[in-house]
DNA sequence: TTGTAGGCGTTATCAT
DNA sequence: ATGATAACGCCTACAA
């Protein structure tokens, strides 16, 4: 019942002019005191909101950024939280879309975020996502966008993410300094950035330690758990199977862990595993899952306070690249015993 | 550079009222054919998209729903996954706010999303919130609003929620059958309602087995793997300790798990555990977690139903409340070996 | 079938 | 210091 009171309402009660009400309200230097806390008065006991589609419809702008993310699991659920908190202190509000990995999701919400006239985007594309028409239609406008943790050259855009290459480099160095020669890796769907920076950084490792990389150590699979399951069973199925595993997500290497297990193989002896992601399941199976730390969280503020900035400055900002560090967490799923070791 | 076009545009170029555009994007019965191909046409071309924003204005709605939670842990993400989908499926947009269990930040988000014109809320109240004056104004103000999983008798709304208590009933029964007598149950906060439920069911299991419950063996925790840890510890330390250990969420599970495992004990022989949530994480720790499922998927979108319900009835639908029925999913954590059970 | 005009709640420009 | 008025993009009586 409660029509939500407007300026005008507080105007007529008054007996001053709609203008008048509107330059009190954002406290306009040139207001009488008196008349400026009549109003004040008024629409605090009116309960008095400002209407924000009108002011949007008039400025131009909703200071709403849009969000699309492939999905909610725990590390984007924690950049997203990220993001939150940034947004949040710079009088944002965050519209989340989940993608679930479809393509075609991607650009129905692209479409939806567009329609609601967000100020700007802040993305993660999904693994699915080939084609980036949708995100360059955006960048057409002249609306700010940045693109985050799963970036691509196909879109060029002011982008935050981590050094996956690097975090590939030390998770690979690490086996081999443990000791380790045959190591296999879970690699993610071949179009993905991610993934491919992840294997290079394997490879430079391999490299490093004049190892020739084997292919049929090199498997490509989704970001899943039964296939990184079923995977697994294939590599400890070889005839000269590998000694260690390197998964490039926590949720493949819960799915190679159980392959281990069940085979009745021991971590790290008969086999080590190295992960990706640092989510807290590795800390809590037994045995612990080394696993490369991908500072979800700071990844989210970053992509914020970057879109922000973007927002502040219409300049080019195309170049600009927010690169994380990863770092490593060592567990008993990687570190060989001292007996091991000398043999 | 591109300004978005508008009607306005299209009826200049084509030499027509804006009023004949309008109706013409809307497919109105009454607009000669010829020029409604022509306005089609045009729109194409210049890649018209309406102004959802004048749109909302005008006809007071936003198609968009305001959902706040806790936070963003697998089971809320679960929930606001089926929220969503049902919600696209039905015209809506999702805002996802995370109050952080924080009552501050709830209230910060509620202000948010009601200026932001939202259709209404679907919302999930945080462990910190005892007063509920914020929620109140929505509903004074008749805005839809729906209240799912943490739900509370201080505010009356359509709600849908588990049958928390069923749950802890049969959480606690399962561990009866099996022969523990002295189950102890790290709860959660006292204001809140899932937590009491839960509780609820655990003494009425006790007394259906005429067990007295011990106050020793309560314990009010926060929904935390710490606390929990430390909880488990104290109750390890106690002269006649516990045979089993009910934790009304997983997190604090994995913290009893912990505990149990530094202090040596085997699980279930020594002491055996009990969850709620059924999140992965519990199938694939060693030994697996017996846990309740609480279909998070299926609670999101029964909330997205019942509001979506709520919109088109807008009678009063105070007293309607869908409660789901919990599952148990029993592992290894809670089965006593064939041998123990008989000694 | 098409056009005119008023209004949704605000702000901004120009007078007064 | 205050008021009148146009404009933001769209819809909808009402008129033609």
Redesign the interface.
């Given at each position: 019942?409660?029509k939500?009171a407007t300026i005008k309402d507080i105007a007529k009660q008054l007996n001053v002019s709609i203008s008048t009400v509107s330059r009190a309200m954002r406290n306009a230097p040139d207001v009488n005191n008196d008349t400026k806390a009549a109003v004040m008065a008024l629409a605090e006991e009116l309960n008095y909101?400002?209407?924000?589609?009108?002011l949007?419809?008039r400025q131009k702008q909703?200071h709403?950024i849009g969000v699309i993310v492939p999905n909610?699991?725990?590390v984007l659920?924690m950049m997203?939280?990220g993001i939150?908190e940034v947004a949040?202190e710079a009088g944002y509000?965050?519209?989340?879309?989940?993608s679930?990995e479809s393509f075609g999701r991607e650009i129905?919400n692209t479409r939806?975020?567009?329609?609601?006239?967000v100020d700007g985007f802040i993305i993660s594309v999904s693994s699915e996502t080939k084609s980036f028409e949708h995100f360059k239609k955006i960048q057409?406008?002249?609306i700010p966008m940045v693109v985050f943790d799963r970036v691509t050259p196909q879109l060029t855009a002011p982008t935050v993410h981590l050094d996956n290459e690097e975090g590939g480099f030390i998770a690979t160095e690490h086996l081999l300094e443990q000791g380790y020669k045959r190591i296999a890796i879970l690699a993610g769907p071949k179009n993905l950035g991610i993934s491919n920076s992840r294997m290079d950084g394997y490879m430079k490792a391999l490299k490093k330690y004049n190892i020739k990389p084997d292919p049929s150590l090199i498997i490509h699979c989704d970001f899943n758990?039964d296939y990184a399951y079923f995977a697994t069973e294939e590599l400890l199925a070889m005839k000269k199977r590998p000694d260690a595993i390197f998964t490039i997500s926590d949720r493949m290497a819960?799915g190679a862990?159980?392959a281990i297990?069940k085979k009745g193989l021991s971590m790290p002896d008969d086999i080590a595993l190295v992960s990706f992601n640092n989510e807290?399941?590795v800390s809590?199976?037994?045995p612990g899952i080394s696993s490369v730390d991908i500072q979800s969280f700071e990844m989210g503020k970053a992509a914020a306070k970057l879109f922000i900035e973007r927002m502040h400055h219409p300049d080019d900002m195309t170049g600009v690249e927010v690169v994380l560090k990863p770092k490593l967490f060592i567990r008993e799923s990687s570190q060989r015993s001292f007996v091991k070791k000398l043999r």
């Amino acid at each position: 019942m409660n029509k939500p009171a407007t300026i005008k309402d507080i105007a007529k009660q008054l007996n001053v002019s709609i203008s008048t009400v509107s330059r009190a309200m954002r406290n306009a230097p040139d207001v009488n005191n008196d008349t400026k806390a009549a109003v004040m008065a008024l629409a605090e006991e009116l309960n008095y909101q400002p209407n924000r589609l009108a002011l949007s419809l008039r400025q131009k702008q909703t200071h709403t950024i849009g969000v699309i993310v492939p999905n909610l699991d725990y590390v984007l659920s924690m950049m997203v939280k990220g993001i939150d908190e940034v947004a949040l202190e710079a009088g944002y509000t965050v519209m989340v879309c989940q993608s679930n990995e479809s393509f075609g999701r991607e650009i129905v919400n692209t479409r939806r975020l567009l329609e609601s006239l967000v100020d700007g985007f802040i993305i993660s594309v999904s693994s699915e996502t080939k084609s980036f028409e949708h995100f360059k239609k955006i960048q057409e406008r002249d609306i700010p966008m940045v693109v985050f943790d799963r970036v691509t050259p196909q879109l060029t855009a002011p982008t935050v993410h981590l050094d996956n290459e690097e975090g590939g480099f030390i998770a690979t160095e690490h086996l081999l300094e443990q000791g380790y020669k045959r190591i296999a890796i879970l690699a993610g769907p071949k179009n993905l950035g991610i993934s491919n920076s992840r294997m290079d950084g394997y490879m430079k490792a391999l490299k490093k330690y004049n190892i020739k990389p084997d292919p049929s150590l090199i498997i490509h699979c989704d970001f899943n758990q039964d296939y990184a399951y079923f995977a697994t069973e294939e590599l400890l199925a070889m005839k000269k199977r590998p000694d260690a595993i390197f998964t490039i997500s926590d949720r493949m290497a819960i799915g190679a862990m159980l392959a281990i297990k069940k085979k009745g193989l021991s971590m790290p002896d008969d086999i080590a595993l190295v992960s990706f992601n640092n989510e807290p399941i590795v800390s809590v199976v037994t045995p612990g899952i080394s696993s490369v730390d991908i500072q979800s969280f700071e990844m989210g503020k970053a992509a914020a306070k970057l879109f922000i900035e973007r927002m502040h400055h219409p300049d080019d900002m195309t170049g600009v690249e927010v690169v994380l560090k990863p770092k490593l967490f060592i567990r008993e799923s990687s570190q060989r015993s001292f007996v091991k070791k000398l043999r």
